[in-house]
């Protein structure tokens, strides 16, 4: 759980971790990633 600049606390469904393992098990490699407040943008390709 993160802490958002007030001070209040933010969740996300998923860990930012978790979502590079899977990607990674299914072969992709994250080129770019941003986490605005809660949500989490990922951008990944998949490896030759």
Request: charged residues 25%.
């Amino acid at each position: 759980m993160r802490t958002s600049a007030a001070g209040i606390a933010e969740s996300s469904l998923f860990e930012s971790a978790e979502v590079h393992t899977w990607l990674d098990r299914a072969g992709l490699t994250v080129r770019h990633q941003d986490t605005p407040g809660t949500f989490l943008f990922t951008t990944a390709e998949r490896r030759s």
